[in-house]
């Protein structure tokens, strides 16, 4: 693996990115108009807004993230740039890289944009300090995308690629406590969701949300996050492919 073409790889997606102006739009507002909407629901209940509107921003980036990397590299396949690119000296894991270093900075602007809406406007409150929140954020992001990377590879067309979300990213919506805790659920669902990244997520803004200072259960959950991340980020170099059959 080499550092200077994992930075060209990262400069390259993100100018493909610069240049296509309704996904970046989409990625990095559409999160803070959903937090806004919320607070909307929420107008009589503020505490239960603080509760759901933290725990989300670790799931959004997770989410956008996810979709925007498994369409991206179907299209680097489809369109032949995948081969083309793999026939040169840069390797698998400098494309990999590459790709999650490009979308951990698109992940670090959407953060903090929605933690700028969230805290700001919003009036989230929170024990915990911002900086910490981003950096849950952005660990979510990378694991969205090394995620997204890994499930490309099983994908034919873009429409292929979309229909992972339903299998992927709803289960661990679902248990990872955001809309009912995890004390409170079957002992299998709970075991369930043990396997499932997102519900470390949860947990660490749940952590943000009660105690000042990170605490051990934060780092441990952020320790679990990279765990995954790197994992599935070899699984994506395991089966990437050079181009879509």
Do not use: N
């Not at 990095?28 to 759901?52: A, E, G, K, N, W």
């Not at 369409?71 to 494309?95: H, I, N, W, Y």
């Not at 900086?131 to 969205?144: K, R």
């Amino acid at each position: 693996m080499s550092i200077s073409r994992t930075l060209w790889t990262a400069a390259r997606v993100l100018t493909q990115i610069r240049h296509d102006r309704r996904t970046l739009l989409l990625v990095l507002f559409v999160p803070s108009l959903l937090l806004t909407l919320l607070r909307f629901i929420f107008v009589d209940r503020l505490d239960i807004f603080d509760q759901i509107g933290l725990m989300l921003l670790g799931i959004f980036p997770f989410t956008s993230m996810f979709l925007v990397t498994s369409v991206a590299m179907l299209r680097e396949r489809v369109s032949g740039t995948l081969e083309r690119l793999l026939s040169t000296p840069l390797q698998k894991l400098d494309l990999l890289f590459g790709y999650a270093l490009a979308f951990a900075a698109l992940a670090a602007l959407q953060a903090c944009i929605a933690a700028a809406v969230a805290y700001g406007p919003l009036g989230l409150r929170t024990q915990g300090k911002i900086a910490t929140v981003l950096l849950i954020g952005v660990s979510t992001a990378i694991l969205g995308c090394c995620t997204g990377l890994l499930t490309s590879a099983f994908a034919r067309t873009e429409f292929q690629a979309l229909q992972f979300m339903p299998a992927v990213v709803f289960p661990q919506v679902l248990l990872c406590g955001l809309i009912w805790p995890r004390a409170e659920m079957s002992t299998a669902l709970q075991l369930a969701s043990d396997v499932m990244p997102l519900r470390y997520a949860a947990d660490a803004m749940s952590e943000v949300g009660t105690f000042p200072l990170p605490t051990t259960t934060l780092w441990l959950d952020l320790l679990a996050i990279a765990g995954f991340a790197f994992a599935t980020l070899l699984g994506g170099a395991a089966t990437l492919r050079r181009k879509s059959e």
